[in-house]
Structure formats: structure tokens, C-alpha cells
């Protein structure tokens, strides 16, 4: 259980958009697993490398209908359904953010249904869930959370939801104070900016999450509870399995840190857990020489 049952969460600003028809064919394997992993925190699609997994197209128009998210009303339909969750955890996002930042604007967060078209190409279950800052979308399909646990034996559990969306959320924090355009791409690299901006986006995540029994709707009822010890390994597997080494090593290569996009297992686990425990003041990674990074 991660949301409170009681809390009202039927205010989202969440919409379903879709309209295209990803399909996953099976038994893709593990380098399969770990393109998806990849793929769902790069925005990056690169699973035309794997055979018999396809994204659909998209909607005729560009851009796929729109349908609301009516069922979703409470903490206890958020705790029972992937995309109810989804919508819901955009809500103490914003609560939390709107906190956090003088200024803050919220994203436009998007429940892919099949597939759609942003501003940075075309978002489905293959590519994962991504933020693109063109359009300030967080673009998240469902669907590709049963994909990890019911066919490939990830855990993507409901804290593993809530930190891969914290995550995305980070870097559209990152997007609206200037931080992605003070450190752009450099390239790859151990303590390139693109590992940089990944860490922190992480540390983001983690503080969030920390503090996530600290967000309240409009009854005064917080919107989630304390992470349990089970729950918050999840999140912290979550964050390992898209270790630059991590997906190297289950490929078969050598781990080669000059080509880290972002950033090693034990980074990714590490920032999360700086944010956990000590908040978003503790996430500056671009001041932090590369051999403490």
C-alpha cells in the first residue's frame, strides 16, 4: 500500500491519451529487460533492436483522443489500479514541488494509452515513460509496468512506480529553474552532465519520496503513507537496474565509464538515498568533483 485509502484523488489533472496499438511480442530475454529499463528513464527508444517487440503507431491526428481518469477517486482505487496511481502521484507531486519552489509550474502529465505523439517523438509502452521539456509532458504508459513484472519478473512495484514518476518530474524541475540549459549534453562520461542531470533527477526522487507523508489534499488527509523497508528496496532496485553498469554487464560487455549516460548502479542507489534522507538541499551534483560523484 502506498497511497492513503482515504485520501481524495479525484482531482487530477491527469488525462488518458492514446488511441494508437503498442504491442510487446514475448520472450525477448534479458538484454530485451534491460533495453526496456533503459529506454523507460532515457526517453530513448531503442527497442526496434529487439526482435518481436514493437511500438504501435500513433493516433491519426498526431496526438491521440483524450478520455479523463473518472473511476480514480480515492487513495484506495490509486493503491488498486497502475494508471490510478499514475494520476494520483502527479498530485502530491505537485503539492510537493509547489512547496519546494518559488515560481513552480506544474507539467502536463500524460497516461499513454497505447500510443501518442509528443513534442519528442512518439510515447508507448516500448519507449517508457519520459519527460520531454519541448512540451513540458511527463509522458507515462501504464501498461508498461505490467510488461516489466508479468513478463520479464521485474518488481516494478507501486514505490518503484512513484520514483520512476518522481524521477521524470525531477528532470521538468531541472527544465523550468535552468538547470538542463546551464549544463548541457557534453557527451558521455563518468561525470558528464548527462550522468550529472540523471543523479539528481534521482536525489529529486528520493527526497520526494521522503517527504511524501507531507503532502495533503483538500480535506487535509495525506495523500500517501510511510514507505515500508520492502517498498523503499524496490525503489532502490528500480534505480540499480538502469546502472549504466548494470545494463553492461547483463549485455556482456565490459563496464566502460566513458560511455555512462547515467550514472552506475551504486550512484543512482546512492542519490536516491541522499535525497531520502537529508531532502532536495542535499541534490546539487554539478558541484561535486567526479571522483565523489
Known sequence: MTFN???????????????????????VGIVGVLVLLFSMFSGTDLTGLIPGLTGGGAASDGSG????????????????DDACRVAAI??????????????????????????????????SNAVGPFYCP????????????DLLRQQYGASAQQLAQVYIVAHEWGHHIQN?????????NNGTGAASNGVRIELQADCFAGAFIGEMTETYDANGQPYLIAPTETELRDALNAAAAVGDDHIQQMSGMRVNPESFSHGSSEQRQRWFATGYQNGVGSCDTFNVSGSNL
Do not use: H
Open 134 to 145: 519541448s512540451d513540458e509532458g511527463i509522458y507515462v504508459d501504464p501498461t508498461f509496468f
Open 65 to 80: 483522443s483524450e478520455s479523463s481518469l473518472d473511476s480514480c477517486l480515492t487513495g484506495a482505487d490509486a493503491n488498486e
Open 176 to 184: 523550468i529553474t535552468g538547470i538542463m540549459g546551464k549544463y548541457p
Open 90 to 123: 502527479t498530485l502530491a507531486l505537485d503539492a510537493y514541488w509547489d512547496e519546494q519552489m518559488e515560481g513552480y509550474r506544474a507539467p502536463t502529465p500524460i497516461i499513454v494509452d497505447g500510443a501518442t505523439q509528443s513534442a519528442c517523438g512518439t510515447a
Open 5 to 27: 485509502p482515504n485520501a481524495d484523488v479525484s482531482n487530477t489533472r491527469a488525462k488518458r491519451r492514446g488511441g494508437g496499438a503498442a504491442k510487446v511480442g514475448g520472450g
